[in-house]
């Protein structure tokens, strides 16, 4: 065993010897070898299949590499050039357009309101006189849609919450209601109940004393309640409008009302009680949005995005702002629309942005990826002019959209005439009947007087929607409509209230 042992070292060490070293060295390692006991016969003979051992001569020749950390450059292992900065560009453009459309959204609050200094300086002065005074009043806001009503007044209540909390004389307790999330209104009175009574108390069986009485209780707490969309709670016999306007106007009332409504003449053609008892409220319209103003607030939205005051305008050229401005603007002057045109704009930019970067360059051109990456596409006439087709559409939507109430409830009876009576012909005395009939299936919707009923037929006529034939009598004059019933049918489904009544007499004809 020991001799065999010794001859395959002697066989082996000349490989893997080392030029430093001796023989007198190999005759010591040998000698004492020779002292240490002898391995297992299983040892000398490598099992089949098993890797060869690695001589320590080579094992510390890595070990010492991996020490030096010594790196051996390959060409073909060229590391491919970083796309950091064309990452980056793609990610800030993304992100641009996120934040732009973001701003334009129709529930976006903005950071101040542009414009109207004179409808601010009028609910400043009430919300001093009476909140800030301890004093009873009301007021009555007006205005189209999309004027900025409810807006102003938010930021108005929000400017004024500090104030109120650091009172000494009185409490304030403010109440917020949107009357189109009521399903009828005498559910107003539960609703302010709900909102005024303590955590722990109950409803009372009759919720209008106690809804009175939680509103002129204390005499050191005085309750602001706004109604928003207030001409939702017209009932046929106007109980409900009459009570709360008066709840506000008596002398010993600890009520400040602040109603927002479309209507303009809300008071004068509804509530005419409330002028012959001193009730009537102070009026405050607002005017629909001007070209200059709609042009402003896209403006400063858009310097939102680059608080850079130099800088021009981003994601917009000014030529597009200002056709998206002169078109709403001769339309409704509906800000919510703007904001509407100019979000789907920056859309369509968006989507042409994303189709020039996965374009490839032309035989010839050179460019980068950064270069492709960092080109911002900017909403022009084209993408606003797009966009307003779809909005707008035909001319006859749009004078369909510009009537009140009334001419449009009449247009809803004449549409309803000429599906049941497609052969026969629309006359004034029978349009006279079927508009009491109709009218009569909703308790939200009054019908006018004879008189009044000739007037809105001949106001429609004036917009060119319908045309009234002649004859001798006035009962057998035919009528024709100018309009398709789809665009009547596009105009009601933009009124709750005539959505409703709509609903309620095609569900009544069809029993």
Request: positive net charge; aromatic residues 4%.
């Amino acid at each position: 065993m020991l001799k065999r042992t010794r001859s395959q070292t002697k066989v082996l060490s000349p490989q893997y010897r080392t030029p430093a070293a001796s023989d007198d060295s190999d005759h010591s390692d040998n000698d004492s070898k020779e002292n240490l006991p002898s391995p297992p016969s299983t040892s000398s003979k490598r099992l089949r299949g098993s890797p060869p051992p690695t001589p320590k001569n080579v094992r510390h020749i890595t070990n010492e590499l991996q020490r030096a950390k010594v790196v051996t450059p390959s060409p073909k292992t060229t590391a491919p050039p970083s796309k950091a900065p064309a990452a980056k560009a793609v990610k800030e453009e993304t992100t641009i357009y996120q934040e732009a459309k973001m701003i334009f959204r129709r529930t976006a609050a903005p950071s101040r309101l542009i414009g109207r200094n004179q409808e601010r300086e009028t609910m400043v002065k009430f919300y001093s006189d009476h909140v800030l005074s301890n004093k009873p009043g009301c007021l009555y806001v007006s205005g189209s849609p999309g004027t900025g009503k409810t807006a102003m007044l938010t930021e108005i209540m929000r400017n004024f919450g500090e104030m109120l909390h650091e009172l000494d004389t009185h409490e304030v307790k403010e109440v917020m209601i949107n009357c189109m999330s009521i399903r009828e209104p005498k559910g107003i009175y539960t609703r302010l109940v709900n909102e005024l009574k303590a955590p722990r108390a109950t409803v009372q069986v009759d919720v209008v004393k106690q809804a009175q009485q939680l509103l002129n209780g204390s005499k050191n707490v005085l309750s602001v309640v706004v109604l928003d969309e207030i001409d939702h709670l017209i009932t046929r016999d106007q109980d409900v409008l009459y009570k709360i306007f008066e709840w506000a106007s008596a002398p010993a009332s600890r009520l400040v009302l602040i109603g927002i409504a479309n209507a303009l003449d809300l008071t004068d053609r509804l509530l005419p009680r409330l002028r012959t008892k001193n009730c009537e409220p102070q009026l405050l319209n607002f005017n629909p949005y001007k070209v200059p103003e709609i042009s402003a607030i896209i403006k400063d939205r858009l310097q939102s995005l680059d608080p850079n005051q130099g800088a021009p305008l981003p994601l917009m050229q000014p030529n597009a702002i200002e056709l998206c401005a002169r078109k709403v603007a001769a339309s409704m002057g509906d800000l919510r629309t703007a904001l509407d045109v100019c979000r789907r704009a920056i859309e369509l930019a968006e989507a042409e942005h994303k189709r020039k970067g996965q374009q490839r360059p032309v035989l010839g051109e050179q460019r980068n990826d950064a270069q492709k990456n960092t080109e911002i596409v900017k909403v022009a006439i084209p993408h606003v002019m797009k966009v307003l087709q779809s909005v707008f559409g035909s001319p006859a939507v749009q004078k369909l959209k510009q009537l009140n109430l009334q001419q449009k409830i009449v247009m809803g009876v004449l549409m309803v005439m000429g599906r049941n009576s497609k052969k026969e012909q629309m006359t004034i005395g029978k349009f006279r009947e079927q508009y009491i009939t109709l009218c009569s299936k909703s308790s939200m919707i009054t019908p006018v007087s004879g008189t009044e009923l000739v007037d809105l037929l001949s106001n429609i006529e004036t917009a060119g929607i319908l045309t009234i034939g002649k004859s001798k009598e006035d009962r057998s004059r035919r009528i024709h409509l100018n309009v398709q019933e789809s665009e009547i049918i596009q105009m009601i489904q933009e009124v709750a209230v005539l959505k409703t009544w709509m609903d309620n007499v095609v569900a009544s004809q069809t029993k």
